[in-house]
């Protein structure tokens, strides 16, 4: 199958993160915890589809209200009920969120989100902060990495950022400074950036709050990835601190497909109104063939459902606590040069060259040893355990994980730290 894929998919896949070395299994059917590939061997999958199936794989509330849409019909082209219960059901479930609009992605979300900041605030500046993610869109996509300098990738518009901050993460005082003088139109930002598992900071992110409030700069919260994972309310909820905008995907649609969205506050969301605002150079226009689809809207309502319940953050930072915590004494029972993070149901084992004072975010990532991580997750998946990323390896735990799963990830880590300390 890989053969074949080389062929006519550059390098066989879809995207870069999903090759590994010698080449990638190919999944042939998945459900709750479990991913199975085409030589029916089972994976214990922390993979998630990219963090995205907070309730696993084949949910049957998810399943049935898809089969269910499945004979009403699942490409309109109209408006459907399912876009209305499911704004309906985001906007009670996070507070600072009065408005919604849906689309296909998290990138589209950002794009969306920046013009919303731009339109609103007339100005032309965006910042972001140095190593999140937040999609391939050109204007966000530098920066991701140190030195910062560095592009992210081949044919960018060379001007395509050149309205774009990147802000220095780990130095609060200079992020500041900047925002205050640089009349940006928003600050985007990741509250967990995904990759490396690392939380920002609470006392950061609510002096950001303050600045970008006293700057009129509008504060962006990229919760593609923990919207819906670390609470129901987002990790906005966890952090007690509001946006002005936030985008969604993966969980929004119940994990199973393309979604995205941004929503936030009234007066900014209302420039997508296009009844109120008929001149298109004063409003925020909208597209996308596949928006606001019925059977994903209808997975995203039962999801949100499910999520309200709270049950699954019960279960799922549970067992992320455990696997945290059962990691950092794996971590020091080997002696290994590495070092833990994680956020409720996020975890990630960093593989280090270098020894490092503080587990901030530039540290890990500038110190992260690569072919460890490589070697870690090749070593993770002859053991039946499928994490995140072949070259920054991390867990995503979702609902049906059980304790099982877990000890297994925790006696194959302990073993690999062992096994590479030699
Ligand atoms: N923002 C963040 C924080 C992400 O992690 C991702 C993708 N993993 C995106 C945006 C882009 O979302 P999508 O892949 O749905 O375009």
Redesign the pocket.
């Known amino acids: 199958m890989y053969e074949r894929a080389t062929r006519v998919i550059p390098a066989g896949v879809t995207r870069p993160l999903r090759y590994f070395e010698p080449y990638p299994f190919y999944a042939k059917k998945a459900y709750g915890s479990s991913l199975v590939d085409f030589e029916d061997n089972v994976y214990a999958d922390f993979w998630m589809g990219?963090g995205a199936l907070i309730l696993g794989h084949m949910h049957p509330v998810i399943v049935d209200a898809v089969k269910e849409q499945l004979q009403l019909g699942f490409h309109f082209g109209v408006c459907n009920e399912w876009e209305v219960k499911l704004a309906e059901q985001v906007t009670r479930l996070v507070p600072s969120v009065k408005m919604i609009t849906f689309n296909n992605?998290?990138?589209?979300a950002?794009l969306h989100a920046i013009k919303l900041a731009r339109a609103y605030t007339k100005r032309d500046k965006i910042g972001k902060l140095a190593g999140h993610?937040?999609?391939v869109l050109e204007p966000l996509f530098v920066g991701g990495g140190w030195p910062t300098e560095e592009p992210e990738s081949a044919g960018h518009d060379p001007l395509s950022a050149k309205n774009t901050i990147v802000l220095p993460t780990g130095d609060p005082d200079a992020i500041y400074q900047t925002i205050k003088k640089e009349q940006m139109a928003c600050v985007i930002l990741?509250l967990v950036v995904?990759g490396a598992s690392v939380p920002a900071d609470k006392e950061f992110v609510k002096g950001l709050r303050e600045v970008c409030n006293d700057a009129q700069t509008l504060l962006i919260f990229?919760e593609?990835?923990t919207g819906f994972r670390l609470s129901p309310g987002g990790a906005q909820e966890a952090y007690g601190v509001t946006s002005d905008l936030t985008t969604f995907?993966?969980a929004i649609g119940g994990g199973e497909f393309p979604v995205?969205a941004v929503g936030g506050r009234e007066d900014v969301m209302e420039l997508m109104n296009s009844v109120k605002h008929p001149k298109k150079s004063e409003q925020v226009v909208r597209g996308g063939t596949y928006v606001g689809n019925p059977l994903i809207m209808r997975a995203g309502y039962e999801a949100t459902k499910l999520y309200e319940k709270g049950d699954v953050y019960k279960q799922i930072n549970r067992l992320g606590s455990k696997l945290i915590k059962g990691l950092e004494d794996a971590v020091q029972d080997t002696r290994a040069n590495a070092c833990v993070t994680g956020y409720g149901s996020i975890a990630k084992v960093h593989l280090l060259k270098n020894k490092i004072q503080k587990k901030d975010l530039k540290s890990l990532v500038t110190n992260a040893d690569q072919q460890a991580e490589k070697n870690y997750f090749r070593h993770l998946l002859t053991r039946g355990i499928l994490a995140m990323t072949p070259s920054e390896v991390h867990f995503y735990v979702s609902l049906p994980h059980g304790e099982e799963e877990i000890e297994k990830t925790l006696t194959a880590t302990e073993d690999f730290l062992r096994s590479a300390r030699k």
């Open positions: 990219h992605s998290g990138t589209e950002n993610f937040h999609g990741e995904g990229d593609v990835i995907g993966k995205g």
